[in-house]
């Protein structure tokens, strides 16, 4: 394959005899390199190399002014902001950085194209008084405001000219037009010299008038990176840019443009491929890249549509891969150190007196936080097992140790919402993590660059005084972040090459791999990033969308023009933004194919295969035998013989392995804790009770104190957990519900002539269990929550907090009350009959639920049922407790049973 820039040297070296004496301009500096490496690779012998140069230094030349950085120019266009004297009420720094990056961006585009200012800027504001206000009758004062900030357009821009002209600087539109102004004086000292134009596009109109007055000069030459396909077709927009100027220009009505070949109507194989999310396409570029041969590899070129595909690509090259050439770096904004600067500086951005615990946890958990503070895991133990939900800065500050405590304070201190605080601590921790990061890294160059970053604040901070705020500070640290990037090292001659589209300009590649060909990606779609209306971008000669898709569209179709094999792969996902669209490119393909042109269309997607999952089995170990020797000599509890029936693993992992779970913060009250509350606030009411009898004047009491005692028990269950406000609050209230509910049905009850005699409240109940079997003592544990005799019928009573009905305490089979998770209330309160019997004697007792959430159902009795419709027996009997007995029995050998493997079960 001959590419563009072979051809078109080979043509220039025929005319001159000696091209070191010609100035090359490309459209970048890329570009050039590649120009210089075709001339060093094509000579024979050793000679002068031309000036090669792109458009932008061969206007700064012109112009002589250099192009200001962009953070440099939002400083000095408010430094000119602050200078127009018709805007009484100016906004602040940080406002004024959120719109002026769109209206610097339009004054860029009317310079480059040579808008006469006054005119212009008269028509915005005309049409942004119709815009909006239409009348001229009963203006406010906004109105105003709103109107005196158009008019003062003008002003504004011939302040920015002003500032930076006196510096020799200006943003790349300015430059544009000043070299325009000494173009004159260039030809005039210049003018005998060659200069060649290779490459160019889209020329916006400061570029079309260097270009053609040089072209009179008759040492000038232009070469068009086109097609004979395309420029013939007066509908095809890939050539609309050329067309219009070999139309227009004066030099070519008396010459033949240059077009170096014919190349889009040759053989070549188009692959289409339909993939599911971007992750796909970079696998299968992999894949695509494995099958090459290194020869080939040279040959490729892969282009992202999307830049943001380029992580994923990296991670899917295969190891066949000898030498890689990436055009575009990663941007900074993705590393996680960047991500820390912004947790950290959203935590100060709130300036409240108290710090959250999220904010705190999001700077100890990320892996910067561990660097800089050894003792980060600890302080998180310790907010979570203290509960607190905020906390002042001060009394943070005490969790640390002390050889912790001045990087702590330099994080979480008040940085008093001052930018040069913001600034100066930011460095001190760059700095300490430079120290601790002593090998070189990824992360060094992340962390060298930010430092980079954080010193060009500071020395904008000491020459202009508009950075006053934490917010300020991140929306200028946000915007260098997100326009910085890790370059990569490589031979950018040789190898695959990797690039982004506009980096493909006078290149070819014999095959061409194009990822993210969607709607709205490439091309780009509409964009509305600007001020000026489309009727004064009409009126003005400025471009419209219509003309950015011509862009595109040539870029596009200029990667076809000489390449064999062009694959085209777009994600078919929807999702967001994203339609899963594929390009009107494809589908113009698809539409006009030419009969050279071989074209081939898959659809990938994920391999499915559904394996069935066996249940996991842990077998019994010596060492496992010897922990259920302990648990059975401590004692078996009701919920932990409960947590076995709905699943052996939870077992094994909680009481075995005793694994628990993550403690963390408990920002919401939770059912456990409700629970416990509930339950501590009744012991206190009750436990005094003891042995006597409830009466009206006792019951009274305890309601006069419910609010005292469950604020009491918030506080020490809850602990620094916070019940004013919020959900919590509304937790607190429901708990001070439950238990007024609950003693208004016991003062109904006594009320009704009932008697109510407390026996006992939260014992603890110990029980062995004689099983021969077994070659070890077996007891059962717990706390009865309360015991009771109701006109005399003992009753022994469950509180549970959840919603409980009479179904769940009732049986048919004994067997399910050791299959069936179902059960497993009816399971508990069984357990504390037969724990109780020790105590009492049980014979015609009841033993049942009292539900918080259905209290209306009163005490849910355990019973007996020999069918669905038959009648329950509710009594405790000792034949009762033989039949549970038996059931413990068989389910604690098969806990103990060695031979017996801890066998997951099904979760429906």
């Known amino acids: 394959m001959v590419t563009f820039l072979q051809e078109t040297l080979a043509e220039i070296q025929k005319k001159y005899s000696d091209i070191s004496e010609i100035t090359f301009i490309l459209p970048s500096k890329r570009a050039g390199g590649f120009l210089m490496n075709e001339l060093k690779r094509e000579s024979s012998k050793t000679h002068f190399a031309p000036r090669i140069v792109s458009i932008e230094e061969f206007v700064e030349e012109l112009s002589n002014l250099s192009i200001v950085d962009n953070t440099e120019l939002l400083f000095k266009s408010y430094e000119a902001y602050s200078r127009i004297n018709s805007i009484d009420e100016k906004d602040d720094f940080e406002t004024f950085s959120t719109w002026a990056t769109t209206l610097l961006n339009d004054f860029n585009e009317i310079d480059r194209y040579l808008v006469e200012p006054k005119p212009f800027f008269s028509y915005l504001a005309n049409i942004k008084t119709l815009e909006r206000w239409g009348v001229q009758d009963e203006q406010t004062e906004l109105i105003l405001n709103y109107l005196r900030f158009w008019e003062s357009l003008p002003s504004f821009y011939e302040n920015i000219q002003s500032i930076l002209l006196n510096e020799n600087i200006g943003y790349q539109g300015m430059v544009y037009r000043e070299a325009i102004s000494n173009l004159e004086h260039y030809i005039h000292t210049n003018g005998n010299k060659t200069h060649i134009f290779i490459g160019f596009n889209a020329l916006n109109t400061a570029e079309q008038h260097i270009i053609q007055e040089l072209l009179e000069t008759g040492n000038t030459a232009v070469y068009w990176d086109t097609d004979q396909s395309f420029f013939q077709d007066a509908k095809h927009s890939a050539s609309h840019f050329i067309r219009k ?36 396409q970079a696998k299968y570029v992999g894949e695509l890249l494995s099958q090459l041969s290194e020869e080939e590899i040279n040959k490729t070129a892969i282009v992202l549509g999307d830049e943001n595909l ?39 951005l709130r300036n409240a007196e108290t710090l959250y615990y999220k904010d705190i946890l999001s700077i100890l958990n990320h892996p910067l936080g561990n660097d800089l503070l050894p003792q980060a895991h600890t302080i998180a133990e310790k907010l979570a097992k203290e509960n607190i939900t905020h906390i002042a800065p001060n009394n943070l500050f005490e969790f640390s140790k002390m050889e912790d405590n001045g990087m702590f304070q330099l994080l979480f201190q008040d940085w008093k919402n001052d930018s040069k605080t913001v600034v100066k601590t930011a460095l001190q921790i760059l700095a300490e993590l430079q120290r601790k990061k002593k090998t ?25 005084p508009y950075l006053k705020s934490v917010k300020s500070t991140l929306t200028i640290f946000s915007e260098l972040a997100a326009s910085a990037s890790l370059d990569f090292e490589g031979d950018a001659y040789k190898g695959l090459q990797i690039m982004g589209v506009l980096e493909t300009r006078v290149l070819d590649f014999e095959n061409v791999i194009i990822t993210s060909v969607n709607e709205g990606i490439f091309p780009s779609g509409k964009s509305n990033a600007s001020f000026i209306t489309y009727d004064l971008k009409q009126q003005f000669n400025l471009p419209l969308y219509t003309e ?82 302990e648990i059975a000599e401590k004692g078996f509890s009701p919920s932990t013989l409960t947590s076995y029936i709905r699943n052996p693993l939870d077992f094994y992992f909680q009481k075995i392995l005793r694994l628990n779970d993550f403690e963390e913060v408990e920002e919401t009250v939770a059912a456990n804790t409700l629970g416990t509350i509930v339950h501590d606030t009744l012991e206190t009411f009750y436990k005094p009770l003891e042995g006597s009898f409830l009466s009206i004047e006792k019951l009274s009491e305890m309601k006069d104190r419910i609010h005292e005692q469950v604020t009491s028990e918030f506080k020490k269950t809850f602990k620094g957990g916070t019940f004013t406000k919020g959900k919590n609050l509304i937790v607190f209230e429901v708990t001070k ?94 357990a504390y009959a037969l724990m109780m019997n020790k105590e009492i004697p049980i014979d015609n007792a009841e033993a049942g639920i009292i539900s918080f959430k259905n209290l209306s159902s009163g005490f849910l009795k355990f019973g007996t049922k020999t069918s669905a419709y038959s009648k329950r027996e509710q009594q405790i009997t000792s034949e009762t407790l033989e039949n549970f007995t038996a059931e413990l029995k068989k389910i604690i050998l098969e806990i103990c049973d060695p031979s017996i493997p801890f066998i997951e079960k099904e979760i429906a």
């Open 245 to 280: 100027y070999i139309k227009e220009w004066n030099y070519f009505k008396n010459k033949e443009p240059k077009f170096i070949a014919d190349n889009f109507e040759k053989p070549k194989h188009f692959q289409f491929v339909e993939v599911q999310k971007n992750v796909g």
């Open 310 to 348: 380029l992580v994923p690509l990296l991670y899917s090259l295969p190891y066949n891969l000898k030498n890689v050439n990436i055009t575009m770096g990663v941007y900074l904004k993705n590393f996680p150190a960047v991500v820390f600067f912004e947790l950290l500086f959203g935590i100060h």
């Open 440 to 464: 070189a890294s990824i992360e060094q160059v992340v962390l060298h660059q930010l430092t980079l970053i954080f010193s060009k604040i500071e020395a904008l901070n000491e020459k202009y």
């Open 548 to 629: 950015k898709d011509a862009i595109y569209t040539y870029h596009f179709y200029r990667l076809l023009h000489r390449a064999k094999s062009i694959t085209l792969l777009y994600n078919n996902h929807s999702e967001g933004i994203n339609t899963g669209e594929k390009s009107r490119f494809i589908r113009q393909l698809e539409i006009e194919k030419h009969p050279n042109h071989t074209v081939e269309k898959r659809i990938l997607s994920p391999k499915v295969q559904i394996k069935s999952r066996a249940l996991k089995q842990i077998k019994k170990s010596e060492a496992v035998v010897q922990r259920l020797r």
């Open 737 to 830: 519900r439950y238990i007024s509910n609950f003693i208004d049905r016991e003062i109904v009850e006594v009320e009704a002539g009932n008697t109510i005699k407390i026996s006992k409240i939260e014992t603890d109940l110990t029980l062995e269990i004689p099983i021969p079997e077994l070659d070890f003592p077996v007891k059962i544990h717990g706390k009865v929550d309360r015991v009771d005799e109701y006109n005399g019928q003992v009753r022994i009573i469950d509180y549970k907090t959840g919603l409980v009905n009479q179904g769940d305490v009732e049986i048919i089979e004994w067997e399910a009350l050791t299959q069936d998770y179902k059960y497993s209330k009816a399971f508990q309160i069984l």
